[in-house]
């Protein structure tokens, strides 16, 4: 998979780089779309709700390699979805292997970042659907221990309060860097990790894992919260979630390049990530629910577009339609919102902006990644690149956003 090239030496090592990196890129991603609350950066959204149109045409794809020649982008692939159409366009550009001039392509496959954190909230829903779970039951039902905040350990935490980070979990920084791993294997198990970090005997815990409000009070964007949530569902259906996930949404979709883990994917396809002319060697997360998918353009194309469609695209269903809309529904009253939120809201582990568009953002070391879709004119989009946007690349991103959007 790795090219030859300058390795970044010891990419975790001493600094807080693993466990700060999906905050910064996050910051910067949330001000681009105004999908999460954050530094705005500018809003290139249009209005929601135009009509969907025709092909894209060729002139799109002209313009697509303009922007990446004068970009920084090693590689890049794009997606247009439709709800009636499905994928009407998708296309890499750039290099997947910068140094062995590989093509990136609209099948090329890298980790998402927290764009897999919509995964999550699918797989919930499965389970409320199926009668397995109970959004707004105390997570300690399913767990085999309490998992309370020690300021307030009479106020339970529920999925709903994970899957809308304001269950009070903490992403505390010296611990959240220990879910990354260099190499192609996590250090420990989810459930390892997160029994230490969350019961009072594991040798992680301590009340810095919690804020200092109650459950549904504050907004406070938590990885390990959201990797939580994987866990409950694995404790209550007694399987693995990413064998439960690769065959309740991946299979189904026809996601068949997608996974969980660098052994799910062919190795060739993967793509080779940047931190700017550096090399950023394979990692893996022991919380890989919460940013860990590994899949493609094209497979996400797919995904979107079972959104878009109700929970299911070509004749494979993995969601009821009322599911769905109980997924991506406002899950704050604006009238009184949790603290810290903004003027956004969120639906099960979707964010919901103040125009209307759904989706999500993911930001890893050597990778940038950002799913909307917008429910009135029922077209969505996709952007994947093999490197991190920074300030220069940020602006770059929002050219190659703004006309992914304007197509009609």
Same mark, same amino acid.
């Given at each position: 998979?790795?090219?030859?090239?300058?390795?970044?030496?010891?990419?975790?090592?001493?600094?807080?780089?693993?466990?700060?990196i999906r905050s910064v890129v996050m910051c910067s991603l949330v001000g681009l779309l105004g999908l999460f609350p954050g530094p705005a950066i500018a809003d290139t959204a249009s209005e929601p709700g135009a009509p969907s149109g025709s092909e894209p045409t060729a002139e799109?794809?002209?313009?697509?390699?303009?922007?990446?020649?004068?970009?920084d982008f090693p590689g890049f692939a794009v997606a247009i979805v439709d709800r009636e159409h499905g994928i009407l366009y998708e296309k890499g550009f750039g290099w997947a292997d910068r140094e062995n001039r590989k093509p990136f392509i609209a099948q090329t496959v890298m980790?998402?970042?927290?764009?897999?954190?919509?995964?999550?909230?699918?797989?919930?829903?499965?389970?409320?659907?199926?009668?397995?779970?109970?959004?707004?039951?105390?997570?300690?039902?399913?767990?085999?221990?309490?998992? #309370?905040?020690?300021?307030?350990?009479?106020?339970?935490?529920? =999925?709903?309060? /994970?899957?809308? *980070?304001? !269950? &009070?979990?903490?992403?505390?920084?010296?611990?959240?860097?220990?879910?990354?791993?260099?190499?192609?294997?996590?250090?420990?198990?989810?459930?390892?990790?997160?029994?230490?970090?969350?019961?009072?005997?594991?040798?992680?815990?301590?009340?810095?894992?919690?804020?200092?409000?109650?459950?549904?009070?504050?907004?406070?964007?938590?990885?390990?919260?959201?990797?939580?949530?994987?866990?409950?569902?694995?404790?209550?259906?007694? #399987?693995?979630?990413?064998?439960?996930?690769?065959?309740?949404? =991946?299979?189904? /979709?026809?996601? *068949?390049? !997608? &996974?969980?883990?660098?052994?799910?994917?062919?190795?060739?396809?993967?793509?080779?990530?940047?931190?700017?002319?550096?090399?950023?060697?394979?990692?893996?997360?022991?919380?890989?629910?919460?940013?860990?998918?590994?899949?493609?353009?094209?497979?996400?194309?797919?995904?979107?577009?079972?959104?878009?469609?109700?929970?299911?695209?070509?004749?494979?269903?993995?969601?009821?339609?009322?599911?769905?809309?109980?997924?991506?529904?406002?899950?704050?009253?604006?009238?009184?919102?949790?603290?810290?939120?903004?003027?956004?809201?969120?639906?099960?582990?979707?964010?919901?902006?103040?125009?209307?568009l759904i989706g999500h953002t993911g930001g890893d070391p050597g990778i940038s990644s950002v799913m909307a879709f917008d429910p009135k004119s029922g077209r969505g989009w996709v952007f994947i690149t093999n490197t991190e946007l920074n300030k220069k690349t940020a602006g770059?991103?929002?050219?190659?956003?703004?006309?992914?959007?304007?197509?009609?």
């Amino acid at each position: 998979m790795q090219a030859a090239g300058t390795i970044r030496p010891r990419y975790f090592e001493s600094t807080a780089r693993a466990s700060v990196i999906r905050s910064v890129v996050m910051c910067s991603l949330v001000g681009l779309l105004g999908l999460f609350p954050g530094p705005a950066i500018a809003d290139t959204a249009s209005e929601p709700g135009a009509p969907s149109g025709s092909e894209p045409t060729a002139e799109l794809e002209g313009q697509l390699k303009a922007l990446h020649a004068k970009s920084d982008f090693p590689g890049f692939a794009v997606a247009i979805v439709d709800r009636e159409h499905g994928i009407l366009y998708e296309k890499g550009f750039g290099w997947a292997d910068r140094e062995n001039r590989k093509p990136f392509i609209a099948q090329t496959v890298m980790n998402i970042g927290s764009v897999s954190k919509t995964f999550i909230g699918v797989a919930l829903m499965q389970a409320v659907e199926k009668g397995q779970i109970d959004l707004d039951a105390p997570i300690d039902r399913y767990l085999g221990f309490k998992a #309370r905040n020690p300021r307030f350990p009479d106020k339970p935490m529920t =999925l709903r309060h /994970l899957a809308t *980070h304001t !269950s &009070g979990v903490t992403d505390r920084e010296s611990i959240y860097r220990q879910a990354y791993s260099e190499g192609m294997e996590p250090s420990m198990e989810l459930g390892d990790y997160l029994t230490q970090y969350l019961d009072p005997e594991g040798r992680m815990y301590d009340r810095r894992n919690f804020g200092k409000r109650p459950p549904g009070e504050v907004y406070e964007y938590s990885n390990i919260g959201a990797a939580l949530a994987a866990f409950v569902l694995e404790k209550a259906l007694g #399987r693995s979630f990413d064998l439960l996930t690769t065959e309740s949404i =991946l299979k189904p /979709l026809g996601m *068949h390049d !997608s &996974g969980w883990s660098y052994g799910d994917i062919e190795l060739d396809s993967h793509a080779v990530l940047y931190d700017g002319n550096d090399i950023v060697e394979p990692y893996t997360l022991v919380t890989y629910p919460d940013g860990g998918l590994r899949t493609s353009v094209s497979s996400l194309g797919r995904y979107l577009t079972a959104m878009l469609g109700g929970g299911a695209v070509e004749g494979s269903r993995i969601l009821t339609e009322t599911s769905v809309a109980a997924m991506i529904a406002p899950q704050f009253d604006p009238r009184d919102p949790p603290k810290d939120w903004g003027e956004k809201n969120s639906g099960i582990f979707w964010s919901l902006d103040k125009k209307g568009l759904i989706g999500h953002t993911g930001g890893d070391p050597g990778i940038s990644s950002v799913m909307a879709f917008d429910p009135k004119s029922g077209r969505g989009w996709v952007f994947i690149t093999n490197t991190e946007l920074n300030k220069k690349t940020a602006g770059q991103f929002r050219e190659i956003w703004s006309l992914l959007k304007a197509t009609p």
